[in-house]
């Protein structure tokens, strides 16, 4: 096998057919996975993705690493065993809205808030695709689909107010046809020490097309998409167009600007990823279509101990104050007893 340095995109593609819809955002992804994975350093046999079930759930076949595909929303509980007991391995969690914040939302919500060192790319395309069209926890309000005919009335689920309500310490945003924010982004929570939770805007052609035509095309995605940059002003807009964010008691509110204006004099609010409180990450989660652009990048990187690091801190310390064990005589230990035939 050959070492990290020598690697390319192509020793991560995998031999197996790849089955996805024609215009799956899926496509997109998996490319920009395999584009960003040699970059990173770790060597293919240090490398597992983990899925559970839906379209996104086939990733590990396309990909010439371990791998795991189990099952439906439980692709979190597994990916926590193997970082726990292997916590030199590089664990990369690929799920969908459907299977991660559904049947799954509990096994996530845990996962995240324990903050192992391993990343979680979430597939948003706001259905049930694998399932035929089904509407899924983040489908919007009045969305028809074959198991909401009159239109859905569940309030829909936000994958990054989630991941922030569940204490994760990277939680970025990002569209599968931006390639180059795409890589950056799985650059970024490759770096960061902790759990990396990333929702990626998908595309579902046959299903749910257009869901985020707007973001995804660049003539518009200047006027509805707020790209964030750590130190960098809220704004957004082309030139004669731009506008700021500014947030009063956790409330945003939008300033108008002209093309010379300094958006500091206009109480514009400057990014900062690295706040402690989430109270600011949460402002910027409430941000959605149509009144406010929809943020995309990091919102929050903070610091954190690891679950596997206090994990194995109890079990050093275990051993340090009573010695390595001995599992025989643990088994006949304490009250046992003899079945004689």
Not at 182 to 194: K, N, P, S, V, Y
């Amino acid at each position: 096998m050959a070492s990290a340095a020598e690697v390319s995109r192509k020793d991560f593609v995998s031999d197996q057919d790849v089955r996805w819809c024609p215009g799956c955002g899926d496509y997109s992804i998996l490319a920009n996975v395999q584009r960003v994975m040699p970059e990173l350093g770790t060597p293919r046999e240090n490398v597992v993705f983990v899925s559970g079930i839906g379209c996104s759930s086939r990733f590990p076949y396309y990909m010439n690493t371990y791998g795991f595909h189990t099952i439906h929303g439980r692709a979190p509980s597994f990916a926590t065993g193997i970082k726990a007991s292997h916590p030199e391995l590089s664990v990369w969690v690929v799920t969908g809205d459907g299977d991660g914040l559904s049947i799954g939302g509990n096994h996530l919500l845990h996962t995240i808030r324990r903050n192992l060192d391993l990343q979680i790319l979430l597939f948003n395309n706001r259905v049930y695709g694998l399932t035929k069209g089904q509407y899924s926890p983040t489908s919007p309000i009045g969305m028809r689909t074959k198991s909401t005919p009159t239109g859905s009335i569940d309030h829909p689920v936000d994958p990054i107010a989630f991941a922030l309500g569940a204490g994760a310490t990277f939680v970025a945003r990002t569209i599968d046809v931006d390639a180059h924010h795409l890589q950056q982004m799985l650059r970024r929570a490759h770096a960061h020490r902790g759990t990396a939770f990333i929702e990626i805007l998908q595309n579902c052609p046959v299903f749910n097309d257009g869901t985020w035509s707007e973001l995804e095309d660049r003539k518009t995605r200047t006027d509805t998409a707020l790209v964030l940059e750590h130190g960098r002003p809220l704004v957004w807009g082309a030139a004669g167009a731009r506008r700021g964010i500014q947030i009063s008691a956790g409330r945003p509110s939008i300033v108008e600007l002209a093309d010379d204006d300094d958006p500091a004099e206009h109480g514009v609010v400057v990014h900062d990823e690295h706040s402690r409180t989430a109270a600011y990450a949460c402002a910027l989660a409430s941000l959605a279509r149509p009144e406010f652009p929809l943020p995309v990048g990091v919102l929050r990187a903070i610091e954190k101990p690891c679950y596997e690091d206090m994990l194995q801190q109890q079990v050093d310390d275990a051993i340090a104050t009573r010695g390595p064990g001995d599992l025989d005589a643990l088994l006949h230990s304490g009250d046992t007893w003899t079945i004689e035939s």
